[in-house]
């Protein structure tokens, strides 16, 4: 599958595409099917609300076979190397639970941010998938978007005040546990402020990511993006994939964020058939 030029346009202008149904319901039942184990995983790659409920977990596509199946179909793979004009490898996989009445929010921010001063990125040649898995609707915390705002590029933020000035130990954990926790938890490590985000949203309007499950959204690593809390009663866990460009390889770091969030392997991706997903249709492939 190859993105139409029109399609092609369409993302450079907006930061975005949308690409409704793109998953069958029997891809996306494969899918949830693996979300118990996932989840139940006690490891530093699962994130936890304050509730305690999960959050996120990374890199699920190295620890399981439908997800690493998924992060390599060409129906997403080829899209990306088009965007990119060039090959593509995973930076960062993750899949974010916004779970019914627990899920918090994410506040607003430019994702290419982080992985530019966390992860020594240099250039924003670098795109997100978001799969949704469950419906999204205007009651569960949609994705929420500020269109063209990828065309001011990366809007430089300090951290916030109580992250800059954190003791941190030997073993590189602070108050806040691990120093790269507040790159992944509802209080953001870099926080736009309002005046910027206002002329962002009088210039370009938001707009809410909606729809049923086997919803593909791709967004630009620039795109200005946030959360709510979801307030519905109903789950909506969704997959994100970034797929960054092999020639835009990380610079080393003395103190880099764990390869769960921003991997150093710069090989191009292979692709799996348009069809991997459904092979594995009442099997166990693990
Ligand atoms: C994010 O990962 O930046 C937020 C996406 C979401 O709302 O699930
Ligand atoms: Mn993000």
Redo the contacts with the bound molecule.
């Keep these: 599958m190859c993105l139409t030029k029109e399609q092609i346009e369409f993302y450079r202008q907006n930061g975005f595409l949308a690409l409704p149904d793109y998953f069958r319901t029997a891809e996306i039942e494969v899918l949830m099917a693996q979300l118990p184990a996932v989840f139940a995983e006690d490891s530093p790659r699962r994130i936890l609300e304050k509730s305690g409920a999960v959050r996120t977990v990374f890199a699920s596509h190295v620890t399981n076979e439908a997800f690493r199946r998924f992060s390599q179909l060409a129906r997403l793979v080829a899209p990306a190397r088009q965007l990119l004009e060039s090959d593509v490898y995973i930076h960062q996989f993750k899949i974010?639970a916004?779970v019914a009445l627990e899920g918090d929010q994410?506040e607003w921010?430019q994702?290419f941010l982080y992985w530019h001063k966390e992860d020594g990125m240099p250039a924003p040649r670098v795109l997100s998938i978001?799969l949704f898995l469950q419906e999204v609707n205007d009651f569960n915390g949609p994705?929420l978007l500020i269109p063209g705002s990828h065309k001011e590029g990366m809007i430089d933020v300090s951290p916030h005040e109580k992250y800059s000035s954190a003791m941190v130990d030997a073993s590189g954990q602070d108050t806040h546990g691990p120093i790269w926790m507040p790159t992944l938890t509802a209080d953001l490590k870099y926080k736009i402020d309002k005046q910027t985000l206002a002329k962002l949203v009088c210039k370009n309007n938001i707009c809410a990511a909606t729809g049923r499950a086997g919803f593909v959204l791709f967004f630009d690593g620039n795109m200005f993006?946030a959360?709510a809390n979801n307030l519905s009663p109903f789950d909506r866990v969704?997959v994100?994939v970034a797929y960054n460009s092999v020639e835009n390889p990380l610079h080393e770091l003395s103190n880099p964020r764990p390869t769960f969030l921003a991997s150093r392997d710069f090989s191009p991706l292979e692709t799996v058939p348009d069809e991997a997903l459904l092979e594995m249709r009442g099997g166990s492939h693990e």
């Design positions: 974010n916004k994410w921010h994702d978001a994705m993006h959360s969704s994100c």
